[in-house]
């Protein structure tokens, strides 16, 4: 109900403009149906409407620098995400965000990897977040590190699509092939979405072979190449 949601929330918000949660929503509502440019626009003049930005509105910085991300703006997503730390250090949600970004795109990699430990420290039994941190190890080739985390991620959340993939692609790194195979079963079972489920059964016929393997190499590049020349950002390792 996707519409009758939008349409109610919109009229909350257009009688309340300050009211976070309702903006927050609203949203969210739109991010669901992939209306991100939509959901930006909406944070953004609330955003824009507020005199002094404070610690509570870290969750509204937060949900603008997601769809930015998902705009392809990671610039001004990036400036979202530190100013929503400047607010409020520390929180668990953001610290895992960027920080997981930052090791994906090969940039920032020791604050990276120093923002994901303290999110888990913070929360341990969060799946998602220790999830990012075993991959995180897996994108710096630390990989019996990666089987560690991602094993304890399986078992927080056993139900996640990427994460069984994410710890199969590790088993296989440490020469756990059987197990890695398994896991992929595992994953497809769990109802990932089209993308990810093509690059499963990819995985299932042919293993992590060279030509995935530079496939995802050639893709990382391009985002490194992406993020350098937007942000000047280099890697910290």
């Known amino acids: 109900e996707v519409d009758a949601s939008e349409s109610m929330l919109r009229s909350v918000t257009e009688r309340e403009p300050a009211n976070p949660t309702a903006t927050l929503a609203l949203a969210g509502t739109l991010m669901r149906a992939d209306r991100y440019d939509e959901a930006a626009v909406t944070l953004d003049t609330y955003i824009k409407g507020i005199a002094q930005l404070e610690r509570r509105h870290w969750s509204i910085l937060y949900r ?122 595992q994953a497809l079972d769990a109802e990932p979405d089209d993308t990810l489920r093509t690059t499963i059964e990819e995985k299932l016929k042919d293993g992590l072979t060279i030509n995935l393997l530079k496939k995802a190499e050639l893709e990382d590049a391009s985002a490194v190449e992406g993020a350098t020349k937007a942000t000047g950002n280099t890697s910290a390792n």
């Open 64 to 185: 603008r620098a997601i769809a930015y991300d998902n705009l392809k703006r990671w610039p001004e997503a990036e400036a979202d995400f530190l100013k929503a730390l400047e607010l409020f250090p520390n929180q668990p949600q953001v610290l895992n965000y960027l920080g997981y970004t930052w090791v994906d795109m090969g940039i920032n990699l020791d604050r990276g990897l120093e923002m994901l430990n303290t999110a888990v420290d913070l929360r341990p039994n969060t799946g998602y977040i220790v999830d990012s941190l075993g991959w995180a190890h897996y994108r710096l080739e630390n990989y019996e590190d990666a089987v560690q985390h991602l094993e304890e991620a399986v078992l927080l959340t056993p139900n996640d699509a990427t994460i069984i993939d994410h710890l199969g692609d590790a088993y296989w790194q440490v020469g756990r092939k059987l197990e890695a195979r398994y896991k992929w079963s």
